[in-house]
């Protein structure tokens, strides 16, 4: 089981970000995925979570109107749109499966 996070780096507030996760290893699929982020000294803090379908998305109140989840299930592949970013949105992002499965993460930094 094997996933690999992509797409961040350092934008300026406002801006936009991207984020993909490649599965592998498992059936895709079935599974609700989430997408979690730690900023620095802080502890892990759920941000999205999509159904299995990717017709159903929740978002924690931070992020609402401004980052939107989907996949594609046929690529095995989960995104996280980012727009209008703030500095505080800044942090190391995970994908992770509802069966328990955890990417490596990767960095978004929020900053002018």
């Known amino acids: 089981v094997q996933l690999v996070e992509s797409g961040g780096g350092l934008v300026q507030p406002g801006g936009s970000l991207r984020l993909s996760c490649a599965a592998s290893?498992?059936?895709?699929?079935?599974?609700?995925m989430s997408w979690v982020r730690q900023a620095p000294g802080k502890g892990l803090e759920w941000v999205s979570e999509?159904?299995?379908?990717?017709?159903?998305?929740y978002y924690t109140d931070s992020v609402k109107s401004r980052f939107t989840a989907s996949r594609d299930n046929a690529k095995n592949t989960l995104y996280l749109q980012m727009n209008s970013l703030k500095p505080e949105d800044t942090a190391l992002y995970y994908c992770?499966?509802?069966?328990?499965?955890w990417g490596q993460g990767t960095q978004v930094t929020v900053s002018s």
């Open positions: 992770a499966a509802s069966q328990g499965s």
């Open positions: 999509i159904n299995s379908g990717g017709d159903s998305t």
């Open positions: 290893g498992f059936t895709f699929s079935s599974y609700y």
